[in-house]
């Protein structure tokens, strides 16, 4: 299952109201005048901040620039730690909600909301929740996928 290579750590995701191309758009126009236009210009930008970069976009969220290892798409990006319009999600919360959406999409839930989630969890090869209350963090990233249980 694809779901498993998020990893077991935790993660900053973005939920601010910039969509992906404008991100993009704006990190481009950063770069961009800031004289970087290849990978090489990349490469020396980063190296300048000790192989990483940081950028503020238009609606003050913070983003950090890396290197993508061997690929002809370079520019790695991800959200900064803390930064606004962001939370820390853990991954095993991330990979329950994920599979929690993609079931609920496919007819593959059946019960409640407790069996479903262990169900799922079990094929990620996660432990089991002992009750509803204690997935509050599942539920508050389901919410915010927009998949959050009916019952």
């Known amino acids: 299952m694809r779901l498993l290579a998020l990893g077991g750590s935790q993660m900053d995701m973005y939920a601010g109201q ?10 481009r126009t950063q770069l ?14 980063l190296l300048q ?3 990483y970069a940081t950028m503020a976009l238009s609606d003050t969220s913070v983003w950090v620039l890396r290197l993508a ?4 798409d370079y520019i790695h990006l ?16 991330l990979k329950t909600a ?4 993609a079931a609920s999409r496919n007819g593959g839930l ?3 909301l407790l069996e479903d989630l262990n169900a799922l969890r079990a094929g990620l090869r996660l432990s089991p929740l002992r ?6 963090h599942i539920l508050e990233i389901m919410s915010l996928l927009d998949c959050g249980p009916v019952d």
Not at 69 to 72: E, L, M, S
Not at 78 to 90: A, D, E, I, N, Q
Request: charge should be positive; aromatic fraction near 10%.
């Open 18 to 27: 910039l969509d992906v191309a404008a991100i993009f758009d704006e990190i």
């Open 32 to 45: 961009k005048t800031a004289g970087v236009g290849t990978r090489a210009a990349y490469e020396a930008y």
């Open 49 to 51: 901040g000790g192989g």
């Open 69 to 72: 290892a061997d690929k002809p």
């Open 78 to 93: 991800h959200p900064g730690r803390y930064s606004p319009h962001t939370f820390r999600v853990k991954a095993s919360a």
């Open 98 to 101: 994920l599979a929690y959406l």
């Open 110 to 112: 059946k019960g409640p």
């Open 131 to 136: 009750s509803v209350s204690e997935s509050g």
